[in-house]
């Protein structure tokens, strides 16, 4: 195959499978519909084909020559649990499930990643890894757990996300971290509820709630080191009072951000020290509890000079952007880069009306004009790090 038919690859059938899966939106591990489609393209591929690898995550493998060299490529699968507001004919045929996060567009390009390295020669192994619960920080793990770099033994692997807002195309990594690991806590205040129009009687724990939401919002200015990156941010509020009844209860429910396992213990720790210290001075009960969902996306120094390579073998420099600045969103495929080397780069999704809505929301689309650039990514790195 020549170059030019190289770069000219069917955007239609690209195209087509998109739509096909934005169509079909599945939620964590549920993914029947989503994964059967992948699966059967990649036989009518002719590329060898496991499923139900962590549940439902699929790996295609494909040999080439006579090397043992091998890379991982992996897209994840999972849609949101999101109403979809658009109107064009392939929204979401599921009501209150949709692909507002552009996991649809990522498995096409793996796809025609897939249809195009199969007519290409490379000596060592591609094995193109489509991954359950990704949103839910689940699916990279549970791929793990049932023997993905066992089964499947590659030298690397490799991780692709779009982002609204970059120009169409446009190719941004980083070495080092490039997302943030996500932790999620949960704050219950128990005080003593009654009557409203008695709180002299009470143990309010509205207002200690109040207290600690407002001393929270100081442990990233005053705990952390100016010089690193922390977001603290409470998304939940719940009690079990109503109009006239001060509440018994107050539940606080939120999402840290941060690079660093150092980084992510101190706010642990100062959550509750603040949360404790608040509690003890109003005479109110504290259940804490603190998890971490996601690890930081760190990528491999080596590895992101390939991806680098790669994106400038397809895109002019005005189109790459290294290094870019990490982002504070997470990935569990930064479970991944603990375990093998590896670099995680952004795509454009494009900028105002083409593509620049964000990520999870009701109006998000992944832009078809990029699928060939991410395609071509792919391709290109392959073909790199596996050259005859």
Same mark, same amino acid.
């Given at each position: 195959m020549t170059n030019s038919?190289?770069?000219?690859?069917?955007?239609?059938?690209?195209?087509?499978?998109?739509?096909?899966?934005?169509?079909?939106?599945?939620?964590?591990f549920a993914l029947g519909e989503t994964a059967g489609f992948i699966e059967k393209q990649l036989r009518s591929m002719g590329i060898e084909t496991h499923g139900g690898i962590g549940q439902s995550g699929v790996v295609g493998v494909?040999?080439?020559?006579?090397?043992?060299k091998a890379i991982g490529l992996r897209a994840d699968m999972d849609a949101l649990k999101i109403h979809e507001r658009n109107a064009f004919e392939y929204r979401s045929k599921t009501d209150g499930h949709m692909h507002a996060c552009g996991h649809d567009g990522h498995c096409a390009m793996l796809l025609g990643a897939a249809d195009v390295l199969r007519k290409f020669d490379f000596d060592g192994t591609v094995y193109f890894i489509f991954q359950p619960n990704e949103e839910h920080g689940l699916g990279a793990e549970?791929?793990?757990?049932?023997?993905?770099?066992?089964?499947f033994p590659m030298d690397a692997v490799y991780a692709m996300h779009n982002i609204p807002g970059r120009p169409a195309g446009?190719?941004?990594?980083?070495?080092?971290?490039?997302?943030?690991?996500?932790?999620?806590?949960?704050?219950?205040?128990?005080?003593r509820g009654g009557?409203?129009?008695?709180?002299?009687?009470?143990?309010?724990? !509205?207002?200690?709630?109040? $207290?600690?939401? +407002?001393?929270?919002?100081?442990?990233?200015?005053?705990?952390?080191?100016? %010089? /690193?990156?922390?977001v603290v941010s409470i998304t939940e509020i719940e009690t079990d009072g109503t109009v006239n009844v001060v509440p018994s209860r107050v539940t606080l429910?939120?999402?840290?951000?941060?690079?660093?396992?150092? !980084?992510?213990?101190?706010? $642990?720790?100062? +959550?509750?020290?603040?949360?404790?210290?608040?509690?003890?001075?109003?005479? %109110? /009960?504290?259940?804490?509890s603190y998890a971490r969902v996601f690890h930081a996306t760190v990528n491999h120094s080596e590895e992101t000079e390939h991806a680098l390579a790669a994106a400038r073998t397809?895109?002019?420099?005005?189109?790459?952007?290294?290094?870019?600045?990490?982002m504070t969103a997470s990935d569990d495929f930064g479970q991944m880069l603990l375990l093998k080397k590896g670099a995680y780069v952004f795509i454009g999704n494009g900028t105002d009306s083409e593509g620049g809505c964000a990520l999870h929301n009701p109006h998000y689309d992944f832009n078809d004009d990029?699928?060939?650039t991410g395609m071509q990514f792919w391709t290109h790195l392959v073909q790199q790090q596996l050259s005859i």
């Amino acid at each position: 195959m020549t170059n030019s038919e190289y770069n000219q690859p069917d955007i239609a059938t690209l195209t087509s499978w998109r739509r096909t899966l934005h169509r079909c939106p599945e939620l964590g591990f549920a993914l029947g519909e989503t994964a059967g489609f992948i699966e059967k393209q990649l036989r009518s591929m002719g590329i060898e084909t496991h499923g139900g690898i962590g549940q439902s995550g699929v790996v295609g493998v494909l040999r080439k020559g006579s090397s043992d060299k091998a890379i991982g490529l992996r897209a994840d699968m999972d849609a949101l649990k999101i109403h979809e507001r658009n109107a064009f004919e392939y929204r979401s045929k599921t009501d209150g499930h949709m692909h507002a996060c552009g996991h649809d567009g990522h498995c096409a390009m793996l796809l025609g990643a897939a249809d195009v390295l199969r007519k290409f020669d490379f000596d060592g192994t591609v094995y193109f890894i489509f991954q359950p619960n990704e949103e839910h920080g689940l699916g990279a793990e549970a791929m793990i757990a049932d023997g993905l770099f066992d089964r499947f033994p590659m030298d690397a692997v490799y991780a692709m996300h779009n982002i609204p807002g970059r120009p169409a195309g446009q190719i941004a990594l980083t070495p080092g971290p490039i997302m943030a690991g996500e932790d999620n806590f949960r704050v219950t205040i128990i005080g003593r509820g009654g009557h409203a129009s008695q709180p002299h009687q009470l143990i309010d724990p !509205v207002i200690i709630s109040a $207290e600690i939401i +407002l001393a929270m919002q100081t442990i990233a200015s005053r705990s952390i080191d100016p %010089a /690193e990156q922390a977001v603290v941010s409470i998304t939940e509020i719940e009690t079990d009072g109503t109009v006239n009844v001060v509440p018994s209860r107050v539940t606080l429910k939120g999402d840290c951000r941060s690079f660093k396992p150092e !980084v992510s213990h101190i706010i $642990e720790r100062r +959550l509750h020290e603040l949360a404790s210290g608040i509690c003890q001075a109003h005479g %109110a /009960e504290l259940q804490f509890s603190y998890a971490r969902v996601f690890h930081a996306t760190v990528n491999h120094s080596e590895e992101t000079e390939h991806a680098l390579a790669a994106a400038r073998t397809i895109n002019a420099e005005k189109l790459i952007e290294y290094p870019c600045q990490p982002m504070t969103a997470s990935d569990d495929f930064g479970q991944m880069l603990l375990l093998k080397k590896g670099a995680y780069v952004f795509i454009g999704n494009g900028t105002d009306s083409e593509g620049g809505c964000a990520l999870h929301n009701p109006h998000y689309d992944f832009n078809d004009d990029i699928l060939v650039t991410g395609m071509q990514f792919w391709t290109h790195l392959v073909q790199q790090q596996l050259s005859i």
